[in-house]
Structures are given as C-alpha cells and as structure tokens.
C-alpha cells in the first residue's frame, strides 16, 4: 500500500507528536508498505543528509511552506492535491487538524486524521490549545468533519471528537505507542543507582516530562512535603525542562535532598542519524529501571506516553483522573488514579505502595503484562487496518 503522511514539525523537535509520527511511519515501512512523509521545505532542505537516512522516504512540501499556509492557503491545498495525482498514494495519514489537515482537505484519496491533543483538547484555564483562537476553532471543526476516519487515542478524545461533529462511525479508537523491545533489555540496578547518587536501599519516585502548568508539576513540593511528613523516606526524581523552576518551593519546605528536579537527559545537539528518535534514550531507560514507582500529577493530557513506558518498565503508576492519564492504566492493577489536584489522595495513593513491598511487587508484574498491547507494531497494525477498510487493499 502507498502511504502519506504529512507533519508541519522538524522530527528532530522529538516532541510527543514528532515521535510518534516516526515511530508510526517507520512500523508501517516495516510492515510492507511503500511510505512517504511530506515535511516543510526549508526543514528538509536544512536536514536533507539526515532525512536521506530514515527508514522512509521524504518529500518537501511547496516551497516557503508557512508563508503559503499563512497568505495563500489555497495553493498550499493544491500543491498537496497535485502530489496526489502525480503519486497515486491509497491513503493520507494526517497528523493533527491544523495545519496538516486543512492542508489536506483537497486530496483526492482517504485520509485518516489522528489528534495528538493540543489540536484539539481546549483550556483557557492552562492556557492550552490552539482552539483559543476561534478562527483555527472554525477551521479545526472543519477539518474533522472532512476526514474520512478520525483517530483516538482515548475515550475522553472520542468524546470531544463527538463533540466538535465527528460522527461516531468515523471515529477509530488507537492508542499511542511505545518501542517495547527497548524496554526489554536488563538494567544493573545498583550501578545505575550509584550512577544517581542513590542509595540501594532509597525507595525511588520517578516523574518524567516537562514541567507546563497541564503537567500538574507545581504540586509535586506539596506531594512531597505530604508524603515526608507521613514518615516516609524517599527519593524523587523529576526529569524535564524547566523543573528547576520547583527549587524554591522545594527549598522552602526543606526538600531539596528529597526531591532532584533535573534537565532532560540524552540526545545530541547535532544527531548524525535515525538513533535519536529511538526513545527513551538509553539513560532514561535506566533511570525507568532503577526506580520503584511512577507519579505522575497531571491535569490535562492527550495521551501520556510516559505512563506506559513506566509500565513496561515495571514501575507502578500513581496518577490523576485527568483525560489522557487514569484511563490510559487500570486503577487497582497498575496502579492507582486520583482526582485531579488532590494532593491528600495522590499522598496516600503513594504512601500505600511505599508501605506494602508486596502490593508494589504485584502492580508491577502486571504492569509489564499491560504494557504489552501498546508495542509498535500492534499500533501499526491497528492502522493498517483502518487504511484497509478504507481502501479494500491490502
């Protein structure tokens, strides 16, 4: 089958919607199938040797692309429409509403939209989506309704798809994925932890990701401050950009030596090659292996990969009931899922796995079994297989 895809992002942002549109391309190249990404010109002109070395292939959209998609949309439209015909591709995976499916509106083939969150989620609260700006609301409406499936990655997308005017029929339901065999190799627990400065004995919380007002990050010195005070000794780390922006709080409450926010770790300032999309970069994936339980307070999320790769590394999950958080594990199995910004709650959610080692033992066990209906091949195939229905080719 002929695929095309189409992302308005470099691949190198590594982002959630940069990685798994390589992931999804670089599965559905694996599968068979003769795969194409369109990119903005002047990104793969940038970064062309780099693009030349992935697993699919590359194509440029019209030249200058965010000017045409500012002051000429329309030839934008056609310029796609004309890849079409000049290809012949069976189907357009789109990714995202704006700007990659109103510039797709004119392809005369089908086109599966998937929405990563932001391009669809709304709240003016935390200041998230570009729906704030009732022009690209219009047009993401549009655009929904034009698809001839949609993707969700959860219940709570669905019903916001429903919402905007996406007929239920039209509307595929696929999580995200992650690269499981990466997860599958051992970690030496005692170096990597002595690597950390951490004892062998420290029971160690992990939270992962960037600290935006959605993440829920800003509650984490109280969490922690709840949990101290409960008894409990621990370490917690909190990886990403800008958790340094907790150190006052944390020094306030005299947790610094409990809590380690730190810069995102691994990758490369001038990567040579398709190495580093592979993520978790290794670090992390020893990080992941030398911890015991994962938390993760957020408020609002598309679909949080980070909470199923703690899983595949075995590590329990502590969460929120926010969209993209508790419904993506099984509260009671994997861990457990809190209402949103209840400290009280998350504190002993916590504190009950920290104080029962055979409880923890056992969501753990079940966490690596969970874990594995989201391998990349299985995403994959579930997208193979709404390409074919779409189709009637194989």
């Known amino acids: 089958m002929k695929i095309a895809g189409i992302i308005f992002e470099s691949l190198l942002k ?16 694996r599968r068979g199938h003769d795969v194409t990404l369109y990119l903005p010109a ?3 002109r940038k970064r062309r040797a780099f693009y030349s070395g ?6 440029p959209l019209i030249p200058q692309t965010s000017f045409f998609l500012r002051n000429a949309p329309g030839l934008l439209q056609r310029h796609l429409a004309w890849q079409q015909i000049r290809h012949g591709y069976d189907v357009w995976q789109v990714m995202g509403t704006w700007p990659e499916g109103f510039a797709a509106l004119r392809v005369n083939a089908p086109k599966v939209l998937r929405n990563y969150g932001e391009d669809i989620q709304l709240s003016h609260e935390l200041n998230y989506g570009i729906r704030r700006d009732p022009a690209l609301d219009h047009a993401v409406r549009s655009v929904l309704k034009s698809m001839n ?6 219940d709570s997308l669905a019903a916001l798809q429903r919402e905007l005017g996406v007929p239920e029929a039209n509307i595929a339901r696929i999580p995200n994925g992650i690269s499981l065999e990466r997860f599958r190799k051992p970690v030496d627990r005692a170096k990597v932890r002595a690597r950390w ?3 062998p004995e420290d029971f160690v919380l992990l939270t992962v990701g960037r600290n935006h007002p959605k993440k829920g990050f800003d509650l984490i010195p109280k969490l922690a401050h ?3 005070d409960a008894g409990a000794k621990f370490v917690w780390l909190v990886l990403g950009g800008e958790t340094d922006n907790l150190l006052p709080e944390l020094r306030r409450l005299n947790l610094e030596n409990m809590v380690r926010p730190m810069h995102a770790i691994g990758g490369s300032a001038c990567p040579s090659g398709a190495a580093h999309l592979e993520l978790p970069v290794d670090e992390l994936l020893d990080i992941y292996g030398m911890c015991d339980l994962f938390v993760f307070p957020s408020r609002l999320e598309g679909f949080s990969r980070v909470i199923i790769e703690a899983l595949a590394a075995g590590l329990p999950v502590v969460t929120t009931n926010a969209p993209g958080c508790g419904e993506v594990l099984r509260h009671g199995r994997h861990g457990f899922v809190s209402p949103v910004e209840d400290i009280d709650d998350m504190a002993d959610n ?10 923890l033992a056992r969501f753990s066990s079940e966490a ?3 874990a594995e209906d989201f391998d990349w091949d299985r995403i994959a195939a579930a997208y193979e297989n709404q390409y074919r229905k779409l189709t009637g080719k194989k």
Request: charged residues 25%; aromatic residues 10%.
């Open 368 to 370: 690596r079994i969970y």
């Open 14 to 29: 590594t982002g959630g919607y940069e990685i798994f549109t390589y992931n999804l391309h670089k599965a559905l190249a």
């Open 149 to 154: 499936k949609v993707v969700a990655m959860t």
């Open 350 to 359: 916590v504190l009950r796995l920290i104080e029962d080692p055979g409880l």
């Open 226 to 228: 709840r949990i101290r």
């Open 54 to 59: 992935l697993p699919f292939a590359v194509r």
């Open 197 to 199: 400065h951490v004892g």
């Open 42 to 44: 002047r990104e793969v």
